[in-house]
């Protein structure tokens, strides 16, 4: 069957580290993966996408690397700040726009 | 304002009630989706519309029935409200012309059903 899993542990790091949360999938052959931010009581944002035949994309202190072989994405935030502290939603496009399917989401906290 | 607009943000009611969540956009975006979040099972969807007319089953579409008259609106329905309906309700937009699947989120309801 088909999986998306994200650390559903939280994350707990030192202000101005490098964070960095993984998202793995099985039997998906997404087009298209995409990042959300979800803040408490909030809906998600979208932050970042990457298409299938990207190794890596940046948007400021974001980078997401993309590895369709290991089925993997690593979302990465730089120089950390505790504004950043959210949960971070891993997100598959496949077959079509209305195919989005969402991971469970990485609650991040960056302690100052 | 612009955006996606959900109503009402909280909501109680009893088994057995009907229950009408409220979506509307205001980009004029060709897709609409309803999805509940849930602790442990992340964002599922429920149901989602390609353009006005047009609906479609997502991945737990029982108990919800959906319609989309016009473009800018997409209530979810629930006829006979059950506990294990009670969550975090989201409705978002998308627009294929965008080339990305992005989506643009409200702000939730949470219906409790007790």
């Known amino acids: 069957s088909q999986k998306i899993e994200q650390n559903s542990e939280a994350l707990n790091i030192q202000e101005g580290k490098t964070a960095t949360l993984t998202c793995n999938y099985t039997?998906?052959?997404?087009?298209?993966l995409q990042w959300y931010r979800q803040d408490p009581g909030r809906g998600p944002v979208f932050l970042l996408l990457i298409r299938e035949n990207e190794k890596e994309k940046r948007k400021e202190r974001l980078k997401v690397t993309f590895d369709t072989t290991l089925k993997q994405s690593l979302f990465h935030i730089t120089a950390s700040q505790p504004a950043d502290s959210a949960t971070y939603l891993c997100?598959?496009?496949?077959?079509?726009?209305?195919?989005?399917?969402f991971g469970t989401g990485t609650k991040l906290q960056v302690i100052p | 304002d612009a955006g996606i607009t959900q109503s009402p943000r909280y909501k109680i009611t009893e088994t057995g009630r009907q229950v009408t969540l409220m979506c509307h956009q205001t980009?004029?975006?060709?897709?609409m989706f309803w999805y509940r979040q849930d602790l442990g099972h992340g964002l599922r969807l429920i149901y989602y519309s390609a353009a006005a007319d047009i609906t479609d089953k997502g991945e737990v579409p029982d108990g919800y029935v959906v319609s989309r008259s016009k473009t800018e609106n997409f209530p979810l329905t629930l006829e006979s409200a059950t506990r294990s309906q009670t969550s975090v309700y989201f409705c978002?937009?998308?627009?294929?012309?965008?080339?990305?699947?992005?989506?643009?989120f409200g702000e939730g309801s949470r219906l409790t059903v007790l």
């Open positions: 980009w004029s975006h060709s897709y």
């Open positions: 997100a598959l496009v496949a077959g079509g726009y209305q195919k989005v399917t």
């Open positions: 039997n998906y052959s997404p087009a298209y």
């Open positions: 978002a937009s998308s627009e294929w012309r965008l080339g990305t699947g992005e989506l643009f």
